[in-house]
């Protein structure tokens, strides 16, 4: 109940293209989901988040989508550009007696230039 | 500059021969936490501290240890490594816990236990 699955593992796309990872979850305690972006050497930084009362939010070409009723919620990279190359991680927190996050498996993510 | 350290990046040792891997942050943080990523496992949580002298388990904490005695240090100890210790570790802080904080990580550090 406290996994978040995530997909795909990895994922090639153009310059220009529309990236799309996808993560579900079971446990409807979550109540923060943020999106984590990992470049190669480095740890994991937070790019974008959503708080489910809210059906989408957007940063510049980052969009998260989230279906509470589905228990869903993917990343959207428009215009996707070489330096997003990058692993992404979903991931969703609880706070229901302790504090804890979940991570998804993570996306290797190539964008050919 | 506001950052999370750990050392050291790099860490080979043999099975059994206890290690210490150091964590320390300048941001005044109350949570931090320690986490080991493995190729298709995404991160998984070791332990976690709400603040001082206040830690409990995570999803993995078999064969871990962690103390919390200063605010910006949270070591994390293996007594005994194994081989399937082998991972890349990392460790995160937020300003607070339980408040939908953005997590802070620190570099990694890839231990290989022979």
């Known amino acids: 109940q406290q996994q978040v699955k995530q997909s795909p593992q990895s994922l090639i796309v153009q310059k220009g293209g529309i990236s799309i990872i996808n993560c579900a979850y079971e446990?409807?305690?979550?109540?923060?989901f943020p999106w984590y972006q990992q470049f190669p050497g480095k740890g994991p930084a937070l790019l974008i988040a959503?708080?489910?009362?809210?059906s989408e939010k957007k940063e510049g070409r980052f969009t998260i989508s989230f279906n509470k009723s589905a228990k869903q919620f993917s990343l959207h990279i428009m215009d996707s550009q070489p330096g997003d190359s990058a692993t992404y991680f979903c991931?969703?927190?609880?706070?229901?007696?302790?504090?804890?996050?979940?991570f998804g498996t993570g996306t290797r993510l190539k964008v050919l230039a | 500059e506001a950052q999370v350290t750990q050392n050291p990046r790099y860490l080979i040792t043999v099975t059994g021969k206890k290690l210490t891997v150091t964590c320390s942050q300048n941001?005044?943080?109350?949570?931090m936490s320690w986490y080991r990523q493995d190729p298709g496992l995404g991160l998984r949580q070791i332990y976690y501290?709400?603040?001082?002298?206040?830690?409990d388990k995570g999803d993995v904490p078999e064969g871990y240890k962690v103390s919390r005695k200063e605010k910006r240090n949270f070591p994390l100890i293996l007594e005994s490594p194994s081989p399937n210790q082998t991972s890349l570790y990392f460790c995160?802080?937020?300003?607070?816990?339980?408040?939908?904080?953005?997590?802070?990580f620190g570099s990694g550090t890839q231990l290989s236990v022979l």
């Open positions: 995160a802080s937020s300003l607070y816990w339980g408040a939908n904080e953005k997590l802070f």
């Open positions: 446990n409807t305690a979550f109540d923060y």
């Open positions: 959503i708080r489910p009362d809210v």
């Open positions: 991931a969703a927190e609880f706070t229901s007696g302790t504090y804890k996050y979940i």
């Open positions: 941001m005044n943080h109350e949570y």
């Open positions: 501290s709400m603040n001082v002298e206040v830690t």
